[in-house]
């Protein structure tokens, strides 16, 4: 008997049992099922930090940050929160640096009319980074021109747009901000599910630092903002001013690049994405267990339900190796089919998370590929003594077995 | 074609040890028609059994052709019943999840033929046994005297030597069973060595020659004997 025959062969045996097969299948699904939606949460939240590490590297931009912020934690005595003056004019001196600029990040009461809400507040130049996976969907940006000149005007993100208009095309509204009232030049929309668009781009305002710093004057730089010449290189440059801001600060751990303030969320989507693998690997672990072990003996009571069956073959001539081979693509089609329901399932779950919490996955082919393969390893291995027990019977006794 | 010398089959039943087949000496020649008679329980099946290379004599000696069977491995006689030997049981032992050609397909199968070429001769076969109108019926759907047409269709199916059939009527009418007498008697003709296990006089009287099994031992006779005693 060929491949294709045997597994004809093995999905006619597993149809005749369908609700049976389908219960022996549950437990390599949901092992199989489980394993697809962690690695695939799991790595979109990586590839949302890479991405954005990616997209600063392409805009020639370098964003310096206390360390403070990047380690949360009690602050030392004499810890640096901010940026002084001095640190700006530093970071001016490099050779390669166009402009340096800073953002201030801050939440206040934000009103326009009647409706009035909490919002983030972002000052930034007008090549915020804030707005790295954003686009100006209605309006324009502010321009250079207008953080010079300390222009009163905002963006809003789409759902600080429909928090305070309860509408998105608000383009030329006005709304009020510590007192100061503000024009509505542009919207903005996240323009992929990322992680870090969820966390930091829910309802915000987008202004002018300047402007910013002339309602709050209180409100301290708690970003550098600093724009590289084409053709430099940005780590290196990047390096080589926090090593100057640090020498400054007379401390070698004061400021920190925010990639590195990036990569540390990314050590930490790690950490938890290693924890909840761990976690979930272990029930799918201890599912895919049971589950073989399932499939062990759901094949050991078809072996002994067909006991005459095997002798017919035996006496039409099957070697014992024909009727292993039939037992094992048996045990095999019902793990494999297990696994490729689960990995729809898994897919499944995924595209769920993705539309209900805007979060970014990727669900991994290599993964899907290889728990289809293990999945049918496992059928492999569970259905291995099944198979050997009823190629070993004398075909006299199979023949007679009642 | 077929030599046996002291065959002999005993079971361990605890401490005795029961002997279901003496010592058991014969040959049957290429293109024989033997019926194998005694009353039930006497050890007709097992001397099938061990015939068909299905079952080992506990001693004596088996040849099939000039080939001793002792020295075959478990492979060789599953080679040896698949090319050599077709099987036609009482209760048909039909595969009950395969049509009827599929089921004829199947020594086929093991033998390595080509689908389509196992499909066209399965075709023929059932063609030939009166049941091209019952191809694609599982056995289920066949009334008693095909599904033993379909079970004589498979065991002819890779052209075996000898033919063994352990009581073929026994779950047939008589008028079937006559029928697939008609079948034996036309495959005899042909060429075909067939040794038919009864405890049937009726059917017996089809052979041309008759092996008498008796509490395990088994004696040549004829038909004539045979009669007599009935
Ligand atoms: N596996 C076995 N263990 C012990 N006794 C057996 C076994 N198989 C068959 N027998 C005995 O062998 C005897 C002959 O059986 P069998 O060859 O089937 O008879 P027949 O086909 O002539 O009716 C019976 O008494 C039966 O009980
Ligand atoms: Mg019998």
Known sequence: MNATELLTSAFLSMRAHLLRSLLTMLGIFIGVASIIAIVAIGKGGQNAVVSTLENNQLRQTIEIVPRELVVPGIPQPGQILSFSNEDFDIARQFQGVLQVAETLYGQAAVSAGRQSANLMLEGGPDYLNGLANFSVIQGRMFTNGDVLTHQNVALLSQQAALQLFGRENVVGQSLVVGGQTLQVIGVTASTEPSLLNGILGGGAVYLPYTTLEGIFPNWTASEMDIAVQPGVSVPELSQRIVTALNIHAHSAEAFETSAGFLQGIEKLIGTITNILTLVIGAVAGIALVVGGVGVMNIMLVSVTERTQEIGIRMSLGATKSAIVWQFLFESMMLTATGGLLGIVFGVLVTIIVRAAFHFPVAVSWQVSIGAFLFSALIGLVCGLYPALKASRLLPVDALRYE | ?230
Not at chain 2, 1 to 30: C, D, P, W
Not at chain 2, 124 to 142: A, F, I, K, Q, V
Not at chain 2, 176 to 185: A, G, K, N
């Open chain 2, 1 to 230: 074609m077929i030599r046996v010398k002291n065959l002999q089959k005993s079971y361990q039943m605890g401490k005795e040890s029961l002997t279901i087949l003496h010592q058991a000496t014969f040959t049957i020649r290429q293109g024989e028609f033997v019926a194998v008679v005694g009353p039930s329980g006497s050890g007709k099946s097992t001397l099938m059994h061990i015939l068909g290379c299905l079952d080992r004599p506990t001693s004596g000696e088996y040849w099939f052709h000039d080939q001793d069977t002792s020295q075959l491995t478990g492979y060789e006689l599953a080679q040896l019943r698949n090319r050599k030997i077709g099987f036609v049981f009482q209760n048909f032992h039909l595969l009950p999840r395969m049509t009827a050609r599929q089921n004829v397909e199947l020594p086929m199968m093991y033998a390595g033929m080509k689908r389509a070429e196992r499909r066209k001769r399965a075709e023929d076969l059932l063609e030939t046994l009166g049941l091209s109108e019952r191809l694609h019926h599982l056995p289920n759907e066949l009334s008693g005297g095909q599904k033993q047409r379909v079970a004589i269709a498979r065991a002819l199916a890779n052209r075996p030597e000898l033919l063994l059939a352990d009581e073929p009527t026994g779950a047939l009418d008589s008028t079937t069973s006559h029928e697939i007498l008609e079948i034996f008697q036309e495959l005899h003709q042909s060429g075909v060595t067939l040794l038919i296990i009864t405890h049937d006089y009726r059917v017996a009287q089809y052979a041309k020659r008759h092996l008498f099994v008796e509490d395990g031992f088994v004696s040549e006779r004829t038909w004539e004997d045979i009669h007599e005693r009935n």
